[in-house]
Antibody, heavy 123, light 108 residues
Framework: EVQLLESGGGLVQPGGSLRLSCAAS????????MSWVRQAPGKGLEWVSA????????YYADSVKGRFTISRDNSKNTLYLQMNSLRAEDTAVYYC????????????????WGQGTMVTVSS | EIVLTQSPATLSLSPGERATLSCRAS??????LAWYQQKPGQAPRLLIY???NRATGIPARFSGSGSGTDFTLTISSLEPEDFAVYYC??????????FGQGTKLEIK
C-alpha cells in the first residue's frame, strides 16, 4: 500500500526549531518529487516547500524562505522539513504529499498525502 | 503571483442535486489546474488533474472543465459522502503551487 506517515510535530516556543519527518512506503520514493503543504486551524491549504526526487533541487514559499529547509534521504525513504525561527503564524497541520506522476509524466498535483502532523508555535 | 478565487464560499444543496463549483485564476494557467476534496480531520484527496482528468478511483459523477482562467468542478448528483470542502490548485508560476481558498459544500 502506498503510504506517507508524518511525525515530529508538537508545541514549540516562538523562535524555536522543529524537524518534521515523513516516512514513505509502497512506492519507489526516489522517483518522486515531494512537497510539504500546511493548513492553519480552520484555514485553507498553503504549499510550503518542494524537493526533486534526487534531492538536488529545492523550492520554498516566500513565507518560509530562509527559515525552513527541505531535504530527503532516499536510502531511508524519508522526507524532512527543518523549521527554524518559528513564528505563531507557522501554527498548522503539516502534510507531506507526493507529486502525481502517470505514464512517465509528472503532473503539478499531489496524489498521495500523509495524515498530517500538528505544529503549534506558542509561548 | 497567480491568485485562485473560488466561488461560492459556501454552497448548500441536497443529495441528488447537481453541484457547480467555480475557480477563477488571476491570469491564464492553461489547463494546469487540479481539484481536491477534503473532509474534516482528513487529508485532501486528488479528484481532478489537468482541469478535466479524473484521478484514479474517482467516481464518474465528478467532472472538471475549463481552461485559461475559468474552471468548473461539477458533481452531477450529490451523494451524502460528497459534502466536504473543495480546493482548486495550480502551478503555472512554477515552482510555486497555489491553492484557492476553498468552497464548502454543505447539506441543505
Amino acid at each position: 500500500e502506498v503510504q506517507l506517515l508524518e511525525s515530529g510535530g508538537g508545541l514549540v516556543q516562538p523562535g524555536g526549531s522543529l524537524r518534521l519527518s515523513c516516512a514513505a512506503s509502497g512506492f519507489t520514493f526516489s522517483s518522486y518529487a515531494m512537497s510539504w503543504v500546511r493548513q492553519a486551524p480552520g484555514k485553507g491549504l498553503e504549499w510550503v516547500s518542494a524537493i526533486s526526487g534526487s534531492g538536488g533541487s529545492t523550492y520554498y514559499a516566500d513565507s518560509v524562505k530562509g527559515r525552513f529547509t527541505i531535504s530527503r534521504d532516499n536510502s531511508k525513504n524519508t522526507l524532512y522539513l527543518q523549521m527554524n525561527s518559528l513564528r505563531a503564524e507557522d501554527t498548522a497541520v503539516y502534510y507531506c504529499a507526493r507529486e502525481f506522476r502517470n505514464g512517465g509524466y509528472s503532473y503539478d498535483a499531489f496524489d498521495i498525502w500523509g495524515q498530517g502532523t500538528m505544529v503549534t508555535v506558542s509561548s | 503571483e497567480i491568485v485562485l478565487t473560488q466561488s461560492p464560499a459556501t454552497l448548500s444543496l441536497s443529495p441528488g442535486e447537481r453541484a457547480t463549483l467555480s475557480c477563477r485564476a488571476s491570469q491564464s494557467v492553461s489547463s494546469y489546474l487540479a481539484w481536491y476534496q477534503q473532509k474534516p480531520g482528513q487529508a485532501p484527496r486528488l479528484l481532478i488533474y489537468d482541469a478535466s482528468n479524473r484521478a484514479t478511483g474517482i467516481p464518474a459523477r465528478f467532472s472538471g472543465s475549463g481552461s485559461g482562467t475559468d474552471f468548473t468542478l461539477t458533481i452531477s448528483s450529490l451523494e451524502p459522502e460528497d459534502f466536504a470542502v473543495y480546493y482548486c490548485q495550480q502551478r503555472s508560476n512554477w515552482p510555486q503551487y497555489t491553492f484557492g481558498q476553498g468552497t464548502k459544500l454543505e447539506i441543505k
